[in-house]
């Protein structure tokens, strides 16, 4: 998938279920060709710009956190 960036380009993944998302920061922290935006380890926080989803308002009202990682190309 990071090849399929234009270098600059950003990817920006959003969950609510905590093991999926440690295992996409664990993924995506190992990519070369990626920089984490928070730094490496960190999820990112949401942005204003990114909508709230049905799911995700789903999920916080089941009490769920929701972890945003948000990575550009190098």
């Known amino acids: 998938l990071a090849h399929h ?3 600059g380009g950003y990817l ?7 093991p999926y998302a440690k295992q996409m920061l664990k993924v995506l922290d190992a990519e070369p060709a990626l920089e984490n935006a928070a730094g490496a380890g960190n ?9 709230l989803t049905k ?3 789903r999920g916080q009202g089941l009490g769920h956190d929701v972890w945003d990682l948000l990575f550009r190309r190098r």
């Open 5 to 7: 960036l234009k270098p």
């Open 12 to 18: 920006h993944l959003a969950t609510d279920w905590g």
């Open 43 to 51: 999820y990112a926080g949401r942005p204003a710009y990114r909508p």
């Open 55 to 57: 799911f995700e308002t």
